[in-house]
Each structure stands twice: as C-alpha cells, then as structure tokens.
C-alpha cells in the first residue's frame, strides 16, 4: 500500500525550530516532484514548499528564509527544517506530491507555537 508518514511535529515556543520528517513507500519516489503542506484550523491546505527530483527548491513568501525543504532519496524522506517559527506557523502539516499525488495523504503532524 502507498503510503506516507510524517513525523517531527511539536510545541514549540516563538523562534524555535522543529525538523519534520516524511516518509513515502512510493516506488518512483526519487522521481517525485515533493511537497509540504499545512492546514491551520478553519483554513484550506497551503503548499508551503517544493523540491524537485534534482534538488530545486521553492517557498511560499510567509516562509522563505525561515523554512528549508530537502530530501534524502536513499531513505524515501523529505523534511522540512523550520526555523525562528512564529504563532502563524501553527497548523497541521503533511506532505504529497503536488502533480502526482498520492492516493492516500499521511496523517500529518501537528506544529503548534506558542507565544
């Protein structure tokens, strides 16, 4: 079965960081075009960041310069360093990809900051 398991998520307090984790069965994963995803309550899923399968990086402005995207195709991961986080970082985060997307999402893991 096709699957994806994130990990990683926390309570961290205002400028703290948390690194995420992402783990997909996938076979063509280090094909995949790859993604993390965040749905804060009441709101709709945002793509938040995006790396291709040569390593090309990509962000919403809200998050550039304090969020990294990689991957470690050996391992079938891709993570999200997050650094100095604010409140507005607070949501649900999971990851897929964004032209092929898996079936199925993963559960996602919570980030939750506080001030």
């Known amino acids: 079965q096709v699957q994806l398991v994130e990990s990683g998520g926390g309570l961290v307090q205002v400028g703290g960081s948390l690194r995420l984790s992402c783990t997909a069965s996938?076979?063509?994963?280090?094909?995949?075009?790859m993604g993390w995803y965040r749905q804060a309550p009441g709101k709709q899923r945002e793509l938040v960041a995006t790396?291709?399968?040569?390593?090309?990086?990509n962000y919403v402005d809200s998050v550039k310069g304090r969020f990294t995207i990689s991957r470690d195709n050996a391992k079938n991961t891709v993570y999200l360093q997050m650094n100095s986080l604010k409140p507005e970082d607070t949501a649900v985060y999971y990851c897929?990809?964004?032209?092929?997307?898996?079936?199925?999402w993963g559960q996602g893991t919570q980030v939750t900051v506080s001030s």
């Open positions: 897929n990809a964004p032209f092929q997307q898996y079936p199925s």
């Open positions: 996938r076979s063509t994963f280090s094909s995949d075009f």
């Open positions: 790396i291709s399968s040569d390593g090309s990086t």
